[in-house]
Structures are given as C-alpha cells and as structure tokens.
C-alpha cells in the first residue's frame, strides 16, 4: 500500500508538538484528569502522555497535584495578551493617525518584549526626510523612547531583570551608567514621558507617553520619531507633547483606565 506523499505544509510539521498542543486542549476541556483516563480520551499509550505531561509540568503549562493533572493560567496569559494587543491596535490606530495629522511626524505604537521593545503598529507622516522604520522592528528597551518610558513605569523588579541583561552603547549619548539610567528612568515617570535624543540611532530622536490600562499598568507606548535636526525643545514643549499626552489620556481611557 503506497503512501500518500506529504504536502510542502504538512512537510514541516512536529509530532510531538503537535501532540502536546492536543494535550493542552484536552486538558481544557475539563477541570483536572488522571494519566490513564486521559490516555484513554486521546487514544494514545500511557508512556507517550506521560512525557508529554512531564514536559508541560516543566514548562509551566501544567500543574500535577496527587496524580492528576490540570492547566495552569499560563496558557491563558499568553492569549490575553495576544488579545490585548490586538485591541490595542485596534483602539490606537484613529487615535495615532489625528496625532500625526497634528504633529507631522510618525508615530509607533509599541510593546515590550524580553530586553526590548517591538513596534506593533505605525502611522508614517507624509514627509520629503522621515525615519525609516517597521512594524516588528525590535529596539533596545534602555536607549528608546517607547522603551523608556515602558520601563520608568514598569514595577522595579522587572525593570532590574531587563537591565541585568544588558546595558549596551549604541552611540556616544546612549545612558549606559546604571544609576544615570534609573535617575532618567525616574524623571521619565515623574514627567510622565520619556525621549531618545540620538542614544540609539544618532540621526534619530522620539518621545513616547505609557498607554495605561484599568489597573493603571503600562501595557504600552506611544511615541513620535522623526530626524534628531526636528527635534527641538520648542516643538516638543508646544507640538509634540500636548498631542501625545491628549491621545494617550483618551486611548487609555479606551482601555478602561479612570480619568
């Protein structure tokens, strides 16, 4: 009996990933299970579910009490954020392009990610000189605007975790003393806005406001990035500022964060 040959998508596929995924939506169809019943739902040996358990027990995917298995909330973070970020977009991308109507420069809407921060969304101005960007262009978090002002308003621990993994220079003005770095950090959140004055892209500077939620935690920023040579105190304090700080304070009440 000849074998039906395998699709160019099919070609790529793992197993045991595969099955493991199965695993987790079995496991989500009940509230907590035994090894030998769930083998027998899935139709599957005993031996094989129990690596597979073992490797979602590991990885934080499963929790196991007394032979019996259940989900963690970690499969369910992972979707909540995938649905916050999409919202996200969704809510900021009006609210972005009147910003950039009024200020005339691009604005990026970004999150962090590990040790830096990756644009989700962007609404490019219509200028003869811009900055080239894209959506999921990843930054360092330390030495960006979006970045920055993430982490002056993230809690402390998280904010030792990104540091301790690397503080590196990009140019001459990237901040790579620590305590300069927290002093900044900490103006930034006092100010309640971060800027990049040419620290990771000399040519390039920004300021980014925190987008907070209902519990008043920065999920993301909002920054606008143009050519280091436009980026003048005068345009910050009387363009750029006023319509950042109005678009997060409505998108932020989107979000369902109290006035």
Known sequence: MSRKP??????????????????????????????????????ISAPTLFRLLATLVASGYVQKSDSRYR???????????????????????????????????????????????????KVEAVQPVRVDTYVGQRAPA??????????????EDRVKEILDQSIERFTERTIVDRAKLMKDLAVARSRGYATNRGEWRADVSAIAVPLLDHADAVVASLSLTMPTQRFTD???????????????????????RAP
């Open 6 to 43: 395998k699709s160019d998508g099919e070609a790529y596929l793992t197993a045991t990933l595969s099955k493991g995924l199965e695993v987790l939506e079995a496991l989500a169809e009940v509230e907590e299970i035994g090894l030998s019943e769930l083998a027998r739902r899935m139709e």
């Open 234 to 256: 005068a345009a910050i304090k009387n363009a750029f500022l006023p319509a950042l700080k109005e678009a997060a304070a409505a998108i932020s009440a989107d979000l369902g």
């Open 142 to 155: 330390h030495c960006s605007a979006t970045g920055k002002v993430i982490l002056a308003f993230s809690p």
């Open 71 to 121: 989900l963690t909330l970690k499969s369910w973070e992972i979707g909540a954020k995938t649905v916050r970020r999409l919202k996200l977009r969704e809510v900021v991308r009006p609210r972005a392009e009147r910003l950039v109507e009024r200020s005339a420069e691009s604005a990026h809407l970004a999150v962090l990610q590990g040790a830096g921060v990756v644009i989700i969304d």
